[in-house]
């Protein structure tokens, strides 16, 4: 199962190290990341496996979500069907 992880806030040093190490704790597998920060705007797009995430994808959601409150950034993981069919023209 993979699942998409979006990152927007106020550029700042260490937001791509905290959002790996995040995965990491929770043995995620970062398989693609694209970034670009635009003016002082920090963006970024993670595909993560978490086929073998030590908790229910719920719960990771909601981490992740508490992540993005600690570092004053919006991240949120959403599973890649939602995601897909969100954007689906």
Same mark, same amino acid.
């Given at each position: ?22 995965? =990491? ?6 398989? +693609? ?5 635009? $003016?002082? *705007?920090?963006?970024? /797009? ?14 990771? =959601? ?6 993005? +409150? ?5 991240? $949120?993981? *959403?599973?890649?069907? /939602? ?7």
């Amino acid at each position: 199962m993979r699942a998409i992880i979006t990152v927007v806030g106020k550029d700042k040093v260490g937001i791509l190290a905290a959002v790996s190490d995040f995965c =990491a704790k929770y043995n995620a597998n970062v398989i +693609e990341v694209t970034q670009s920060i635009l $003016q002082d *705007m920090f963006c970024m /797009i993670m595909l993560v496996d978490v086929s073998a995430c030590n908790v229910p994808f719920t719960e990771f =959601a909601d981490k992740a979500k508490e992540l993005g +409150e600690t570092l004053n950034l919006s991240v $949120q993981a *959403m599973h890649e069907d /939602i995601f897909n069919s969100m954007h689906r023209i």
